[in-house]
């Protein structure tokens, strides 16, 4: 019999146990403090990424793994039990079972993006606290996510590390200690969509269970590619691609900087490429702007992962995701501040091992489900404008476009019935 967190502490309870319990019952890897977990989405991002980095948390036990590929939830299985030296974890096709199994106190979801937000959803109804990768489909279930979180008081952390990476950490950290001066404006470049070819239907492989991969998006046949992240990423039933996507990232040091108390933009203005007859059906090339209320501008061009921030006395910033770090002046990229000094927060662990600390804690995470919304709003509000094919103004105290219905239209989308 495996004894989880839960169990433990309801045995506990049952059991009339005293309040205070040996040290020698309650060390970190006591089961009662060890975090259970299920992950959902087995690909890169899932295995490689998150699962590794739990596997390495002594107060973490992954109980079960999903993926609607049967070799992936084999390899991911396997991977668990030689971590823990046992055959005891579950593998499975069906997300439901994780959602439903109560020995499991968190959620970690790695699926493609249509999914992230209805399972946070059913996790968060089964009691249970999530970590989620970005980013959400739509702006009106990130506002459904974000409300069910604030309601449930629930634990819940976007997958993204960047704040956790020093280069992106030190920008923001010159800038609020005034090397920079002043923040005039944020450049950001993103990499182009990849245009694919139409594919035409064939049968779905056994291993592969594909009425739970389409889930609630609108249901396409499968094709040979159907499953692969370069794939679906650039399909909208399915991603909302590299700007929503890779925008993520460089996006959300940009929105630190800009620091604006709305967070996301009252304006933008958008052009961009959307392929005809084609796989692809979202913007592959883009050029967007941003206007906050506090005046900052944020330019995104595709073609490239790099960011400066440019303020009145110079700028910082690099050429690629994680590149060297570059300056106006060379002293800046030495300048150092102490915890005591600094006017910007000390860089937080990886956003896995911050969200066990979280849970354990009920502290806020790093990436709390507030800062996914206005993340995203500002994302989505570029694809929307590209669309559109105009600019677009934002209230963001009422969530809605000003005076466009069909821009407010979009906000979100018809989900499929899938739940069968």
Not at 337 to 348: A, D, G, L, M, N
Request: proline residues 5%; hydrophobic residues 35%; aromatic residues 8%.
């Amino acid at each position: 019999m495996k004894v989880t967190r839960r169990s433990f502490m309801k045995a506990a309870t049952v059991a009339g146990f005293p309040m205070i319990i040996p040290a020698s019952v309650l060390g970190k890897n006591a089961p009662s403090n060890r975090i259970t977990l299920g992950c959902i989405g087995m690909g890169g991002q899932g295995t490689h990424a998150n699962l590794r980095s739990f596997l390495n948390c002594d107060d973490a036990h992954v109980l079960s793994v999903c993926d609607v590929w049967d070799h992936k939830t084999h390899a991911a299985r396997k991977m668990v039990e030689k971590t823990y030296k046992t055959t005891g974890c579950k593998g499975t096709s069906d997300l439901r079972e994780i959602i439903a199994d109560s020995s499991i106190d968190a959620v970690v979801i790695s699926t493609p993006d249509h999914w992230h937000v209805p399972i946070s959803l059913m996790a968060l109804k089964a009691g249970k606290d999530v970590f989620c990768e970005k980013p959400t489909m739509t702006i009106a279930e990130g506002r459904e996510l974000l409300d069910l979180v604030n309601e449930r008081k629930a634990v819940f952390q976007m997958g993204m590390e960047d704040r956790s990476v020093p280069h992106y950490h030190k920008m923001v950290e010159w800038l609020r200690n005034g090397a920079i001066g002043e923040l005039e404006r944020v450049d950001l470049q993103l990499p182009e969509g990849k245009i694919l070819p139409e594919e035409e239907e064939i049968a779905v492989p056994k291993e592969l269970n594909y009425e739970l991969f389409v889930g609630p998006a609108p249901f396409v046949p499968y094709t040979k590619n159907r499953t692969r992240q370069i794939d679906w990423r650039m399909i909208r039933n399915f991603g909302n691609g590299t700007l929503v996507d890779w925008g993520s990232h460089q996006m959300d040091t940009a929105q630190l900087a800009v620091n604006d108390p709305n967070v996301c933009p009252i304006e933008v203005e958008a052009t961009g490429n959307v392929p005809e007859g084609k796989r692809t059906n979202v913007p592959v090339t883009f050029d967007v702007k941003y206007r906050y209320t506090n005046g900052k501008e944020v330019r995104i061009t595709s073609g490239g992962t790099g960011i400066r921030l440019t303020g009145t006395k110079g700028w910082v910033g690099n050429d690629s995701w994680r590149g060297q770090l570059k300056a106006s002046d060379e002293k800046i990229l030495h300048t150092k501040y102490s915890p005591e000094t600094s006017k910007h927060w000390q860089r937080p662990a990886g956003e896995q091992r911050n969200f066990i600390d979280c849970v354990k804690s009920r502290k806020p995470t790093t990436y709390r489900a507030d800062t996914m919304h206005k993340l995203h709003v500002s994302l989505h509000m570029g694809n929307i404008a590209i669309y559109l094919g105009r600019k677009l103004k934002w209230n963001p105290a009422k969530e809605e476009f000003i005076n466009d219905d069909e821009a407010n239209a979009m906000r979100g989308r018809k989900n499929r019935e899938w739940n069968t």
